[in-house]
Nanobody, 128 residues
Framework: VQLQASGGGLVPSGGSLRLSCAAS????????VGWFRRVPGKERKGVAC????????DYEDSLAGRFTISRDLAKNMVYLQMDKVKPEDSAVYYC??????????????????????WGKGTLVTVSS
């Protein structure tokens, strides 16, 4: 399994950014997928996750609808659309997957330790 995250960078507060995660060696439709983030000194935390069914999504409570997770099965890609970003959204963002299709998105997002494979992170910095 290989996951390659990209799209991070410097973005002004209130702006938008889209992160991408390219998956190889797996077929995403058979996996639960998620975006997690880590800030210095804190544990990695679930941001947005999607279960085996696309309708099953879960988001960190503080996001208030600003982020959207999606996937393109034809391209084997997962995306995180980040809108109205805030300085507190600054972090290293990681995509992660699990072959456990019985996991709900809520269950998956709440437990980063059950992620089976991680991609390298991509840094997002939001300027105030």
């Amino acid at each position: 399994v290989q996951l390659q995250a990209s799209g991070g960078g410097l973005v002004p507060s209130g702006g938008s950014l889209r992160l991408s995660c390219a998956a190889s060696g797996i077929t995403l439709k058979d996996y639960s997928v998620g975006w997690f983030r880590r800030v210095p000194g804190k544990e990695r935390k679930g941001v947005a996750c999607m279960g085996n069914r696309e309708v099953d999504t879960d988001y960190e409570d503080s996001l208030a609808g600003r982020f959207t997770i999606s996937r393109d099965l034809a391209k084997n890609m997962v995306y995180l659309q980040m809108d109205k970003v805030k300085p507190e959204d600054s972090a290293v963002y990681y995509c992660g997957v699990s072959p456990r299709t019985d996991y709900s998105a809520f269950f998956f997002c709440a437990r980063p330790y059950i992620v089976d494979s991680w991609g390298k992170g991509t840094l997002v910095t939001v300027s105030s």
